[in-house]
């Protein structure tokens, strides 16, 4: 298991608030975590090819009362990769959440979006009473399809070729057709091509770690009679404009877990923590709202 410590410390302006960075140290490397705010913790994960910055705009909604944190995953932003050819599963994610949590020392509120939300569910099963509730948007958690229906599982057998097609790419040295791909599947044909020049530039790099991505997804052991025995608040978001094995796998998960609602947003799509940040908040605040009178009942 992996030993946290606070090994380096800085401070920038962002928005009205001070964001706090800290480096905490695992066995198999660095996390890189961000802080804004004080109050009940918000731990939020970001998405497959993104770091911290993605929740930068949503944290100034919460961090007035909350403090807000922000962890780049392993191999993301400031955080320390894994060795390409030793991680197979999410477990090690799930341990730099932990590692998280044993940093916070208190009960927290645990929010993760696309890949983050398959690193959010697969922590959660060793959190337990660390966590004041769960909110998963959007996960990515493909492994469970092939636990379910006919449907379900030809719903895994499309990410599969799609998973695929990101790792030819990535192997014959065409990152930006990698990339290009990816952005198009999660938003929209053509999405690549209305992507900034400055952007798609920071973007491209991150394309090597795509097919190593899909593989932890795919090769998780986590199965729906393991999630049926979460017994904390879940949350799970969808988008109406998703592609639609994300959309059925949203559904599958919350038909799992006992304690677990599921809401839609209209005509959102997988980046709807970025799209529709007020109705995301809106459905947060009532989460958390419950969450709280769940645990005084």
Known sequence: MQHARNIESEISAHGLSAVK???IEMDTGRIRIYFQGEGTPLVFLHSAACDNRQWRDISLNWSHHHQVVMPDLPGCGASDGFEADKWLTLENEANAIIAVADHLQQPFHLIGH??????????AMQLGPKLAS??????????LLGHGDRFEKAM???IDRFAASIEQAVMSGFDETAMMQFVDFWSGPGSWDKVPAAKRAALLPRAHKLPGDFGRLFNEDLRPADIAKLTVPTL???GTQSPEPVRVLSRLIAKSIIHSRHRT???????LP?????????L??????????????
Do not use: D
């Not at 696309?114 to 922590?123: E, T």
């Not at 970025?274 to 809106?282: C, G, I, K, Y």
């Open 156 to 158: 895994l057998g499309q």
């Open 265 to 271: 947003i209209g005509w959102a799509g997988h980046m």
């Open 21 to 23: 960075s800290e480096m």
């Open 284 to 297: 947060l605040e009532e989460h958390f709202a419950l969450s709280k009178a769940a645990l005084a009942a």
């Open 274 to 282: 970025l799209t529709h940040r007020a109705q995301v908040n809106v």
């Open 134 to 143: 769960l909110t998963l948007i959007e996960p990515t958690s493909f492994h």
């Open 236 to 238: 799970v978001i969808c």
């Open 114 to 123: 696309s890949y983050g939300g398959a690193v959010a569910l697969k922590s």
